[in-house]
Each structure stands twice: as C-alpha cells, then as structure tokens.
C-alpha cells in the first residue's frame, strides 16, 4: 500500500509559536486531506486541498498541495492550548485511504 | 444530532475468543470504512464498504470480517483474535466516492491477551 510520511514525529512549542509539518508520499496523489485527533477522539478534518500548488486556510491553519503531488504542508499560526493534538495527513487511491504516520503537537502555556 | 458510534468503546478478550464491534452512522452516507491506529503507523484501512452489500479489503483485512447488510451499520468482526490485534478501532463514515470528509466515530479500544 501508500506510504506516507510525516515530519516531525512530534513537536512541544510555546504557546503563541508558528508550527510547521509536512507529509511526503512514494506516489502521486490527486487530493491531500489533513486531520486532527484530539485526546481520547477520533481524527476530524481540518482541510481539503484538490489541486496541485493550492494553498487553503481555514482560520490560523493554512495548507498547500505540493506541485509534485507527492506532498503536502501543513502550517499553524500563533499556537493556543487548544492545538494539542496529532495532526494526520490522508490521501484517497480510488475508493481506499491512506494516513499518514501523524506528527504530535504539544503546546506549552 | 450527526454522529458516528461505536461499541463497546473498551473491550478486553482472550486469544480465539470471537467479537464483534458495532458501527452505526445516522447521515444516509453510503461510504463507510474501518481502521486500526497503532503507534508509529497512523491510521490503517482494514476494510471499506462503498454501499449496502459491497465490501472491499483495504491495507490490512487479515483477521477481520464485515458486513454491510443495512446502509447505517458496518460491524467488524474478528472471528479468532490474536495478541497482534490489540489496537484502537476507528470507524468513519462519508457521503461516497468524492466526499472525502470522513465522520470518525469515537475509537474501540481492544485488548486481546
């Protein structure tokens, strides 16, 4: 199946930083989807990009569609408390799903 | 109120002894889908069901079973559980082929000794 990498594995930034993650893929992808787990949930979908080199923003996070299709990047504005969480990006072949390994943010008050 | 719900959300088994988990989504979505989530993996697609009566395995079916005999509900199934099983248990639903946005329910968490 896919492979889909993400970096770092795991982040604690202050409160009030910017965040940065991306996801690489061994192949190409025509939609990228990033999600959030919180504690003791399950993942819910942040963004939706379908287009090579789209960039979309929803609130304080912004994400892009790599031009070569075979990645995505994630970015976080002014962190707050409430971003802790494990951040997943996904991509669909055909009617199957494919997570990423996740990178966990912990934000220090 | 939309949701996704799962049962039971803890469970604990001994080897060979099997168990069903129910999953039921109350939005009319036609797509419906398993995952198992271990540390270091992410999220794994164990099966996935398109509509009523089709299922399709995704990366790792073996050991597990579905069925899709209503449109609301989509149980997983482990007729002989093994120890490597252990793991939390998502199911997550969507409106089909070009919905990609997911409904998660909130997680089974299986312990197989």
């Known amino acids: 199946g896919q492979q889909l990498n993400q970096s770092p594995q795991s982040m604690f930034i202050q409160e009030g930083e910017d965040v940065s993650m991306n996801c690489t893929s061994s192949?190409?992808?025509?939609?990228w989807l990033w999600y959030k787990q919180e504690p003791g949930e399950g993942p819910v979908l942040l963004i939706a990009?379908?287009?090579?080199?789209e960039l979309t923003s929803n609130g304080r996070l912004t994400a892009q569609f790599g031009i070569t299709r075979k990645d995505s990047f994630l970015n976080i504005s002014a962190s707050i408390p409430s971003d802790v969480g494990i951040y997943f990006c996904?991509?669909?072949?055909?009617?199957?799903?494919?997570f990423g390994t996740g990178t966990s943010l912990t934000v220090i008050p | 109120e939309a949701q996704v719900t799962q049962n039971p959300r803890y469970l604990i088994t001994v080897t060979g002894k099997k168990l069903t988990v129910t999953c039921s989504q109350n939005?009319?979505?036609?797509?419906m889908s398993w995952y198992r989530q271990d540390p270091g993996l992410g999220l794994r697609q164990i099966y996935y069901?398109?509509?009523?009566?089709?299922?399709d395995k995704g990366d790792v079916p073996e050991g597990y079973k579905v069925s899709r005999k209503e449109k609301r509900n989509f149980p997983l199934i482990l007729e002989s559980p093994s120890p490597n099983q252990t793991s939390l248990y998502f199911c997550?639903?969507?409106?089909?082929?070009?919905?990609?946005?997911?409904?998660f329910g909130p997680g089974t968490r299986l312990t197989v000794t």
């Open positions: 069901s398109m509509n009523v009566e089709v299922t």
């Open positions: 192949s190409i992808f025509n939609t």
């Open positions: 939005m009319n979505h036609e797509y």
């Open positions: 990009l379908y287009k090579a080199g």
């Open positions: 996904a991509g669909p072949t055909g009617n199957q799903f494919y």
């Open positions: 997550a639903s969507s409106t089909g082929t070009g919905g990609y946005e997911q409904y």
